[in-house]
């Protein structure tokens, strides 16, 4: 059983340019969890998915940034005219079961995002 | 009042002794904390955690303490091996959506 798989390991953009930031959750899992972590910081929550839906994102800024977890495929963070402040290490993390209950969250290696 | 404030920054073990990390938080609506360890690369993974009706639980070489009254709760690594050496962070989380992190603990365990 894969874990938690994040695409690209590592992803370089200038500023102004889009970042796209991919992540599958584990096989059975339906609960997405976007973190971002800035050096030497721990990691901050920006939003919460399940299929089709966006359940909290109350950690996410309400500018540039936004999330899917569509049906099919998946989950993808956008990121829009990227800025340096962006540069950070961006981890997925899915469940199997919701929020409130015992589950347990399996990161994935996370994206590290460089902006030039 | 959502913050978890971890310390030390880091800390130097020499092989077989004992590393201890300490945590506080202020919601005393967390209900649910766990400790990650976390390797260059790689993302963090869930180690132990425990809920604030217990005290202490232990799972092979690392057990947590937690003092509700306090409001804090930390991590002991026993005979604390090379292979340790990691970055520890602590977590809290209410039954929301959201694990709330602390700063996290650079661990060396020389040899």
């Known amino acids: 059983n894969a874990g938690v798989m994040q695409n690209p390991r590592h992803l370089v953009r200038r500023r102004g340019q889009e970042a796209r930031l991919r992540c599958s959750p584990m096989k059975g899992h339906s609960h997405v969890y976007w973190y971002r972590q800035l050096p030497e910081e721990g990691l901050k929550f920006m939003v919460y998915?399940?299929?089709?839906?966006?359940?909290?994102e109350s950690g996410m800024p309400k500018e540039r940034f936004s999330a899917e977890f569509p049906k099919e495929g998946p989950s993808i963070l956008r990121i829009q005219q990227v800025v340096r402040g962006d540069s950070a290490a961006y981890f997925c993390a899915s469940s199997r079961l919701p929020p409130g209950t015992n589950e347990k969250l399996f990161f994935g290696s996370g994206t590290q995002l460089s902006v030039l | 009042q959502q913050q978890v404030k971890q310390s030390p920054q880091s800390l130097i073990v020499q092989k077989g002794g004992i590393s201890i990390i300490n945590c506080a938080y202020e919601n005393t609506a967390f209900d649910y904390f766990p400790w990650y360890q976390q390797f260059p690369g790689k993302g963090p993974a869930l180690l132990i955690a425990i809920r604030p009706d217990v005290s202490e639980k232990k799972e092979g070489r690392f057990t947590i303490s937690f003092n509700k009254s306090a409001k804090q709760f930390s991590l002991h690594i026993m005979d604390s091996q090379p292979g340790d050496s990691a970055t520890y962070f602590c977590a809290a989380k209410t039954s929301g959506s959201r694990l709330t992190f602390g700063e996290g603990t650079q661990l060396t365990v020389n040899p």
């Open positions: 998915l399940q299929k089709e839906n966006i359940i909290d």
